[in-house]
């Protein structure tokens, strides 16, 4: 047996072994007395952790003292306990406190997306009667859950938010700015790829073919025959993108965004986001580029059929049509008179995701019911 898999089947017995000494101390009155619903989230600086640290900010302005955030889940000994992902949920469910009111958001996934996936479905279906809520970000999540019996009374659709106020559209002056900066020329054609789409989290040379690396490679190389196309990266674990811009010869640039702020810009330079996925839970960038006012070509997965009224509010393809994906990008890219009018309806659209509201649902359909306001 390797190292890894070693320390694998060793990861249950810490968790045991944390998840029991917290309850111990809480029972004798030695544990630290917190606000009243934690939200678990991870340490990678990545969607978990933005989506857990946002709710619970916004949640602590309408109601100051209602929740905090953790990477650690033996902290939680009682209260409202929400998972931001659920395998964490899975993970760490079976060995907290029954004293706790568990709650886990539902991202994505599906049994065709392997046999790790599978196995993680059935345990998590297999975990559902100990959950006292689901939240599922979008409706397509919904629905799978329920055609795999879990009851539709105990899923709540909220959608993954977004920092409206900082991902605004462009001044002129921004624009210029962001192609500045990456050395774009101006008949250039920009379009943004925000997004983890490695395995792991170094380079990335290996794709995670969820999120469709290989088909934006593939609808990009026809859109550069009659298109002066510039690609824009970011995120982590880009190396089988980057190679095969290079294998290409696309130009392209590639710059991680070390903060919200400086990721916002990034949309400034944009014409068009593609979401090439096959499976996803928002993505978070869907939202992003709609509040910037960048036009978004995406597949029906996720939060998108949600969002994006096609043709209206962008415009939506089937998964995998790498054909249908390159024809609605020049569709757009197109229409330089509706442009404005597109984009003003899909900002529009995304402001029920604004993270404010996104709280408000939170405390008003998840927390409120388990009584926990006085």
């Known amino acids: 047996m390797n190292v890894s898999a070693m320390l694998s089947r060793l990861k249950p017995l810490g968790y045991v072994a944390s998840a029991y000494g917290r309850r111990a101390l809480a029972r004798a009155g030695l544990a630290p007395v917190h606000p009243p619903v934690g939200l678990v989230i991870e340490r990678a600086d990545w969607a978990i952790r933005w989506w857990g640290s946002f709710i619970a900010e916004e949640a602590n302005l309408i109601r100051p003292g209602t929740a905090w955030v953790t990477t650690d889940p033996s902290e939680l000994t009682s209260g409202i306990v929400e998972f931001g992902s659920q395998y964490q949920w899975v993970a760490w469910g079976r060995y907290l406190s029954s004293r706790c009111h568990f709650v886990t958001t539902f991202f994505h996934g599906k049994p065709e997306d392997g046999p790790q996936v599978a196995r993680h479905i059935d345990a998590f279906l297999a975990s559902v009667q100990r959950l006292s809520k689901i939240v599922a970000p979008a409706t397509l999540t919904r629905d799978r859950l329920v055609s795999w019996g879990v009851p539709a009374e105990k899923i709540s659709v909220i959608p993954i938010g977004c920092e409206t106020g900082r991902f605004l559209p462009a001044t002129p002056k921004q624009r210029r700015a962001a192609r500045e900066r990456f050395g774009i020329r101006p008949e250039e054609v920009v379009i943004g790829s925000f997004q983890k789409d490695g395995e792991g989290w170094g380079k990335g040379d290996t794709p995670k073919l969820i999120k469709g690396p290989d088909i934006f490679l ?13 690609v824009l990266l970011s995120g982590p674990a880009r190396g089988y993108v980057r190679r095969g811009l290079e294998q290409l010869n696309i130009r392209h640039a590639y710059h991680y965004a070390p903060t919200r702020d400086d990721l916002a810009k990034l ?28 036009p978004v070509v995406s ?6 059929p949600d969002l994006i009224t ?12 790498v054909e249908a994906i390159a024809a609605r990008a020049r569709d757009l890219l197109s229409l330089p008179n509706a442009a404005a009018v597109m984009k003003a309806a899909a900002r529009q659209a995304v402001m029920v995701a604004d993270w404010s509201a996104v709280a408000r649902r939170h405390i008003d359909d998840i927390w409120r019911p388990f009584g926990v306001f006085r």
């Open 218 to 230: 593939a609808a990009i190389e026809r859109l550069v025959k009659d298109l002066p196309v510039f």
């Open 267 to 294: 949309y400034h330079s944009l014409d068009l986001y593609l979401v090439t996925s096959r499976e996803e839970g928002g993505p978070m960038a869907l939202m992003e580029s709609m509040s910037s006012h960048v």
């Open 299 to 304: 597949t029906r997965v996720g939060m998108a």
């Open 310 to 321: 096609d043709g209206v509010s962008g415009a939506l393809a089937e998964v995998g049509d």
